[in-house]
């Protein structure tokens, strides 16, 4: 079965343009708990309300690395989907607010640059950054990632 591209194509990103995306995604505890003890991270800061009572958060945070899957998977559907190649990295991830069980995240992303791979004629890279809302409208997470993309069938 082929990929329907529902992604932009490389020619169409442009420095400047911002994207907000259509989903958003309430976390909820089960998704915490889950994603932490799966990737074998046993922080109690995450999965132990008791001891997260202690903290001066008073409640168990969301793993970072949970939120920043979500905010990069909202992305997709406008900007990747069936048009990627691969991701090639991040150059910077912030969480300047913590994020909390039961926070609604949205998610936008303004394209930073945009360049003609030096080396494959049908591609190109994409550098964006994403930014993660809380439902507060308060900025949990910032991530500049770099995107091969594919270049418009002709």
Known sequence: ?????????????????????????????ADNVGFST???????????????ATTSFGKPLVNSLLTLGIVVGISVHELTHGTTVANLGFDTVRFPAPLFHGDTIHVETEITAVRAS?????????????????????????????ALMMRKPT
């Not at 529902?6 to 309430?26: D, Q, S, Y």
């Not at 004629?121 to 990632?145: F, K, P």
Request: with cysteine; proline share 5%.
């Open 1 to 29: 079965m082929a990929i329907i591209p529902k992604g932009m194509w490389f020619e169409e990103f442009e420095v400047g343009l911002v994207v907000p995306h259509a989903l958003t995604r309430t976390i909820t505890e």
């Open 38 to 52: 799966q990737t074998l991270n046993p922080a109690p800061l995450h999965i132990d309300a008791q001891y997260a």
């Open 118 to 146: 030096k080396s494959k004629a049908d591609r190109g890279i994409v550098t964006m950054e994403h930014r993660a809302y809380n439902q507060d409208d308060v900025l949990v997470c910032s991530a500049v990632r770099n």
